[in-house]
């Protein structure tokens, strides 16, 4: 069975300071990969996602993502944060079951701190 | 214009209760999903539907029914609620397809007393 781990809890991190979240998955193929973004008492919001091609992704809000296929990871990086960057951050993995109607694998989620 | 809107946002009931809560897309989208967040915000899938047909079906108690009356929609009944059930329950949507983003709802709050 597929898994994520997201193995920082929370991490605090400077207004300004470069971010990157960690993501390890675990998956027999070829994996679709999502960041999800999700502020306090929100859904969720999908930030980036890669599936083919090139493995650094951009995505909304200067947020980028690279996969590393041989260290099974797609971490989740930002050059320089803001305040409103404060949120919980979810690493996801599909397909779910092989099928197109699928939902997602999620990681437990980094809770992110922005120190003024 | 709401994308995807679930109702009530906020759900308190006693143990042994009969509840359900609302979910519409307007997306145009032809799948629907519920997920389960606990209180530690891990998130589980729990259903999906495919243009009204069941797809995925997790390991989750048959106290839990979800229907489907168009593609637009997808409720989900709980019956004989527990206190184990307290979460946030997210529904979401997308297009056909797993490499497709899945919008979600703003999540309807369950507190079992």
């Known amino acids: 069975a597929q898994s994520v781990t997201q193995p920082d809890i929370h991490i605090t991190v400077s207004e300004g300071a470069s971010l990157e979240l960690r993501c390890n998955y675990s998956?027999?193929?070829?994996?679709?990969l999502f960041w999800y973004v999700q502020s306090p008492g929100q859904g969720l919001q999908l930030l980036l996602k890669?599936?083919?091609?090139?493995?650094l992704v951009q995505g909304i809000k200067g947020f980028e993502a690279e996969f590393k296929r041989s260290q099974s990871s797609f971490n989740l990086r930002k050059p320089s944060v803001h305040w409103s960057d404060a949120a919980e951050y979810f690493c996801a993995v599909g397909p779910y079951s092989g099928g197109g109607a699928d939902g997602l694998t999620f990681g437990k989620g980094t809770h992110l701190i922005i120190q003024p | 214009d709401t994308a995807v809107s679930q109702t009530p946002k906020y759900l308190v009931t006693q143990m042994g209760n009969d509840k359900s809560i609302k979910c519409e897309q307007n997306l145009g989208h032809d799948t629907m999903y519920w997920y389960k967040q606990d209180s530690k915000k891990f998130l589980k899938i729990m259903f999906s539907?495919?243009?009204?047909?069941?797809?995925i079906n997790e390991t989750v108690p048959n106290r839990f029914s979800p229907k489907s009356p168009d593609k637009a929609h997808l409720n989900l009944h709980i019956n004989s609620l527990e206190l184990g059930d307290s979460a946030v329950y997210f529904c979401a949507s997308s297009l056909t397809g797993s490499y497709n983003e899945q919008f979600f709802g703003p999540g309807t709050r369950l507190t079992v007393l």
């Open positions: 539907y495919n243009n009204k047909e069941l797809i």
């Open positions: 890669y599936f083919s091609g090139d493995t």
């Open positions: 998956y027999g193929a070829t994996p679709y």
